[in-house]
């Protein structure tokens, strides 16, 4: 395996795919590495759902996407960008050889009896499966597949839930689109340490 850092450096987000289907184990060697990821309390909130069926990626793909539709009406887009919008969103999520809807669970995670300690929790929660979902990124680069974290669940939860038949309690946070890449897309531009970074202060 190459070096940390240059698996780091070198990954990119991949939105096109091969339609050759990936190996059972590689998926799970990428789950695998979702496990190893750090967490807040070692709570582990993270849970999976992995959909290699077209049919169902299809069904999501469009449930998720009538949710996108409604909102861009309410933004006042031209009907035919929505066509075009959804169209596209469809597609990209159909392509993918495989998808993993990436959830959130706060079952293990601690309860206080003010408002302000558990939303903190909850974003411990979320920051845990951010974390899982970057392991997954890196160890799939790693593998040779091409991967992108797409943030559409968290618009439209219900719908995912419904779809999936994900208990009311567990919250969608990502959809993972994954396959062997069809691009090689260039970095996207980075900050500069310097636009980033204060020591010892902000100033
Ligand atoms: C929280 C999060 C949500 C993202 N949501 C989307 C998305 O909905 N659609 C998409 O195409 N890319 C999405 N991305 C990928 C980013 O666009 C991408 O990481 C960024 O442009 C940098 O490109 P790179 O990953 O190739 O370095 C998301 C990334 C993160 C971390």
Redesign the pocket.
Known sequence: MCNILEIIKS???I?KFRPNPIPRELIEKILEAARWAPSAHNAQPWRFVVIRDYQMKLKLAKAMAEAWRRDLIKDGVSIDQISRLIEESVRVFTSAPVLIVVCLTMENMHRYPDERRNKVEYIMAVQSV?AAIQNILLSAHALGLGV?????PLFCPDVVRYVLKIPHNIDPQ?ILIIGYPYEK?K??SRLSLENIVHYETWN
């Open positions: 990954r990119r987000s939105r951010a992108c974290w797409k943030c559409a990502a897309p970095p996207p």
